[in-house]
């Protein structure tokens, strides 16, 4: 568990330092000027997920997995707010016929949502791509990290969610 919360915090603080635009070895150092004179802000939120069951597919790929495709959205609200409509692909590690007989969060699964985000950040308009990605524990806790990189402002968030379900995000805001 350990090695896994300092490989998400590595993951978030190099994700943080290329949307701040700092050199990789700043992130070490410390940023030569304050956060908020580049106009990156903490950020913070909740966020619901909703999926579209009657779009499953499902497919058995290798090593005794499943690969389930499903449409759904996330609709944030807090520092970022707005929603995101696309398509999750998860990998679960069980065959296809455990998987489909069992509800979301029985089996780990590592996923990705990729979809168009339309809200605002920090009070910006944006739209742009949104993607949410991380691994669902069995029973049904995610950690992930959220990406998104719209024309007008990019965040980089932690979330601490449950599956089909939604949570909380965290992490760094800022206006292009």
Avoid: W
């Avoid at 990156?40 to 499943?66: I, P, T």
């Avoid at 959205?73 to 065959?95: C, D, S």
């Avoid at 029985?106 to 985000?117: A, I, K, S």
Wanted: hydrophobic share 45%; charged share 15%.
């Amino acid at each position: 568990m350990r090695t896994h919360t300092a490989r998400a915090t590595v993951v978030t603080a190099v994700a943080a330092t290329c949307l701040l635009g700092l050199p990789l070895g700043a992130a070490a150092t410390g940023p030569a000027t304050p956060t908020a004179t580049r106009g990156a802000q903490h950020a913070e939120g909740d966020f619901l997920a909703s999926v579209d069951f009657s779009s499953l597919q499902a497919r058995d790929v290798r090593g005794n997995k499943c690969e389930f495709t499903v449409n759904g959205a996330l609709t944030l609200t807090g520092t970022v707010t707005g929603e995101a409509v696309g398509v999750t692909t998860a990998v679960i590690f069980a065959p296809c016929a455990d998987a489909l007989a069992s509800p979301p969060g029985t089996y780990f699964d590592l996923f990705r949502f990729e979809g168009d985000f339309t809200g605002e950040v920090l009070g910006e308009s944006v739209s742009g791509p949104l993607s949410y990605a991380g691994r669902t524990l069995v029973g049904g806790a995610i950690d992930a990290i959220i990406f998104l990189d719209g024309d007008d402002a990019r965040a980089v968030l932690r979330a601490d969610a449950q599956v089909a379900v939604g949570g909380t995000y965290a992490g760094v805001a800022k206006k292009s």
